[in-house]
């Protein structure tokens, strides 16, 4: 890049690289590019470390994904997010004693997970509403149309995947 194209690499570069070798599944791959970097003498972005841990979880790889963690913790120790992926890799996988101490540690070290979050704006108002949050004033007008949607896909799932159908509408 930079003798081709005189550009000089930034984080998201790289970042992009990583992501796209996990967009793929080429985890290996996505490694011996972070190897190459640091070989060069160049640091790590937590960025880079985030796209392979998201490609790990993608792609059940506990190993690489334990070693993106922990990199990602060693720069950011109280970001939630990058234990509980820890955690969903290791239940994919079926190491239920992994998760708990992924859990167990997460919660020794105060971290705690933060709920997800959505902004709207309509006309001149704006709303925000926190995941699981039931306390807007307006919350049972908000939620009618997604029942009667619920209720229409249940219908059309008649004869399919009703399991995925549920999985779907409760985990949210």
């Known amino acids: 890049m930079k003798d081709e194209c005189f550009l000089q690499p930034t984080a998201g570069h790289y970042t992009c690289i990583v992501d796209l070798f996990g967009r793929f599944g080429l985890i290996d791959e996505a490694m011996s590019f972070i190897d190459q970097m640091r070989a060069d003498g160049l640091e790590v972005p937590v960025s880079v470390w985030g796209a392979i841990l998201g490609a790990c979880r993608v792609h059940r790889n506990v190993e ?4 993106a963690a922990e990199n990602v913790l060693a720069i950011e120790p109280n970001r939630s997010g990058t234990y509980m992926i820890l955690a969903e890799i290791y239940a994919s996988v079926g190491r239920l004693n992994e998760v708990e101490r992924v859990l167990t540690q997460m919660k020794k070290n105060g971290v705690k997970k933060q709920p997800g979050c959505s902004w709207i704006e309509m006309n001149d108002g704006g709303s925000v509403f926190l995941s699981g949050d039931k306390s807007h004033l307006e919350f049972d007008r908000i939620v009618e149309p997604l029942e009667v949607l619920h209720v229409d896909v249940e219908l059309m799932s008649v004869g399919s995947d ?8 409760h985990s949210g």
Do not use: D, R, Y
Request: glycine share 8%; with cysteine; proline share 0%.
């Open 64 to 67: 690489v994904g334990a070693v």
């Open 162 to 169: 009703q399991n995925l159908v549920q999985s779907c509408w």
